[in-house]
């Protein structure tokens, strides 16, 4: 089991750019998937994103693709999303989670941060 905290939310205006970061604390945090997720209001939550642990599979919700990018430092424990070209639909709250086996079962989750795009 690993404790997940995102931090990088915030308020930013159509176009523009953030930077996700996920921090996260256990021992094997270098050999899970890392994903991103998220949820608007009133739509289920999606995955956007993830990593494994060598960073040689990498995957992007087709919405994202070309604006996002998955990274991780095993070294800190940590993942980040940088988002560019944000746009009003990207308006959600971003969670990472974490996938001990691989498998696609995301078992440790973080708290959420708050992602709104001004248009």
């Known amino acids: 089991q690993v404790q997940l905290v995102e931090s990088g939310g915030g308020l930013v205006q159509a176009g523009g750019s953030l930077r996700l970061t996920c921090a996260a604390s256990?021992?094997?945090?270098?050999?899970?998937?890392m994903g991103w997720f998220r949820q608007a209001p009133g739509k289920e939550r999606k995955r956007v994103a993830a990593?494994?642990?060598?960073?040689?599979?990498?995957y992007y919700a087709d919405s994202v693709k070309g604006r996002f990018t998955i990274s991780r430092d095993n070294a800190k424990n940590t993942v980040y999303l940088q988002m560019n070209s944000l746009k009003s639909e990207d308006t959600a709250v971003y969670y990472c989670?974490?996938?001990?086996?691989?498998?696609?079962?995301?078992?440790?989750w973080g708290q959420g941060t708050q992602v709104t795009v001004s248009s």
């Open positions: 256990g021992r094997t945090f270098s050999t899970y998937t």
């Open positions: 989670a974490a996938d001990p086996d691989g498998n696609g079962v995301y078992k440790d």
């Open positions: 990593i494994n642990w060598s960073r040689n599979n990498i």
